[in-house]
């Protein structure tokens, strides 16, 4: 989904962070911890098992959306891989498995909370962790593979301006009539292709985050980060899938730490051969894509995967 440029709004508030010397040899402790990790060889985890909060041969259709069919449903192809097999001290935390999303609700085909790329894509975000962790940081993803289901839940979702639950939060100055026609809704992803992820960067130790509760009061995603519904990251801005030109990568009214923070994750995924979408700081696809013109539908679950174990 691309962003769409609307009138500027004020410059969000930066806040100083005061730190002791104490404090500032905390990261590189965790971090040297993860690190080791990092450079570790992976054992594959067991199919249902995840350390996070939560995983036949495919043919193409007409509609170029491959949906082949083994024994618990479509099949990815060999090439696909559980993030966590490859760079198992990436965090996780798959938002559409839960209702904390700009739907409000889990979105169909994510059956469980499991970063899922191509192998090429894992093997490149390892890189990119193996160079933030050195400077007291991890990444974290919010979203990769995407089924082409979950995007056609979105595109319901979009046509049925009733359903406006999230809207005091994920798009809150954007008239849900406009969705198609600003670019937040289409009808394919690219995330759909598998060697595209939604991610940001988290400070070490990271710190705990709590879940959210369906219902609880709503906070607008631009909002300064102490007001937002909170999450460990680095203060990038905005939250998250923020329908906002804020959240635009280069938005002249980022500055300072937000704008620093964003060029960190910007600077070090593009050295590891992602490029970045500008109209989503958080939104990174890895170059050359392995399938560049697919469109998979397959569920995410470890049993989607040509080798689960």
Known sequence: MRRIRFAPRPALRTVPVLRTAAVRTAPVLAAAALLTLAVAPVQAQPPGQ?????????????????????????KAPEEFVALRDVAPT???????????????????GYRKPLCLVTRDTAKALATAQRSLLRRGYTLKVYDCYRPQRAV??????????????MKAEFYPRVDKSRLFEDGYIAEKSGHSRGSTVDLTLVRLPAKP?????????????AAPKGERFPDNSVDTGTGFDCFDTLSHTD?????????????????????????NLPEEWWHFTHKPETFPDTYFDFPVTRRSLSHPH
């Open 50 to 74: 995840s350390p996070a909060t939560g995983t036949g041969q495919d043919q193409p259709s007409s509609t170029g959306v491959r949906a082949g069919h083994g024994g618990h449903g479509p």
């Open 90 to 108: 990436i965090r996780q935390e798959i938002r559409y498995v839960t209702p904390h999303n700009f739907v409000g609700e889990p979105i169909d």
């Open 152 to 165: 056609e839940h979105f595109v319901r979702w979009a046509k049925d301006l009733d359903d406006q639950r």
């Open 209 to 221: 985050t709590r879940p959210y509760e369906p219902g609880e009061p709503l906070v607008d995603c």
């Open 251 to 275: 938005d002249p009214r980022i500055q300072g730490k937000q704008r620093a923070n964003r060029l960190l994750l910007k600077n070090t995924l593009e050295k590891a051969g992602f490029a």
